[in-house]
Structures are given as structure tokens and as C-alpha cells.
């Protein structure tokens, strides 16, 4: 790799931020999950959470895509659990991705965030799949937003992807 980040590149074991460096932000990021349980029906108090995960793009995947009013993204029931998959578009050698979600009420609010990591010269789709729940029996409206991140944390862009309706139990 010509740069931390790039595909390829080995993180020392305690670089828990991925920055390439070990310091005393990874040690705050140990700090605040060093009491998380990785079961997700006992983390957030029983409030659903999010596990992710985001696959590298394959180098051959590269292109610019031209902008499409057709979801890119599934969603799917599996017991208690929302099963959500995409094709997360994004600069080819980003900071750092990351999927977040909210929920308010019965809708639940994905955000697909880019973190620049500054500049390089192509786009790619990067595999994402994401574990959400568990969640209570009812309907619920899924919606996909992209986010778009500078190096210092503000928010640049927000762009609706689509959205999808789910019911979780009997119905």
C-alpha cells in the first residue's frame, strides 16, 4: 500500500482506529467498549444495534457510476432480525466507512458514511452486509441514506438511496 488505508495494509494490533498509529485514541475507542457484550439482545439495554461488515472492493470493480434511481441495497426478515445488503459506492481509498443506524418510532435510519481520506483518482462498490435487531414484533420502514464525511468529522453530504417497508413476528 502507498498509504494507510490502502488495500493491503497491515494495522499494528492495538490501532484499534485504523489511523496506522497506536496512541491514546485507540486506547479511548478500548476504553468505551471494554464492557460492550458482542451478544446483540444484550447490548443498548435491548435496544436493536447494528453489526457490519464491509468488504474491500475488488481492484478489477473500479468504475464511475453513472447516478441510478434504482435501489442498490436488499432487505430481508430473519426472525427478529433485519438482514440488509449493498453495494456501498465510494472513492476507492476512502479514510474510513462505516454503516450507523437510529431508529425513531418504526423507522429505522441507515447511514452509509464515507470518511474522506484524501484524494485519489477512482470509485468503487465495496460488499456490505449488515446484521440489524433484535427488534419487537411490528411494521417497520427501512431507509438508506449515504453520508459523505470530511477528515475533521463534519457532515458534507446527505443523499436519500431508498427505502424499504419490513414486519417482524406474525402478520
Known sequence: ????????T?????????DCTENFKDFADFADKWLQSTDPAQNNNGSPTIT????PCHPLGKT???SSPAPTFTVQVEGRYILFEDLMHANC???????????EGNVVRLAEAEHVGGPCPCECDFPTNATLGPFEDGSYVVEVYKQLWDADGELLGEEFKGSAEVAIGPG
Do not use: A, W
Open 64 to 66: 464511475v457510476r453513472l
Open 10 to 18: 497491515i494495522y499494528l494490533p492495538g490501532d484499534f482506529n485504523k
Open 93 to 103: 481509498c476512502p479514510g474510513k466507512l462505516e454503516i450507523n443506524m437510529s431508529q
Open 52 to 55: 457490519y461488515q464491509i468488504e
Open 1 to 8: 500500500p502507498y498509504r494507510c488505508g490502502h488495500l493491503g
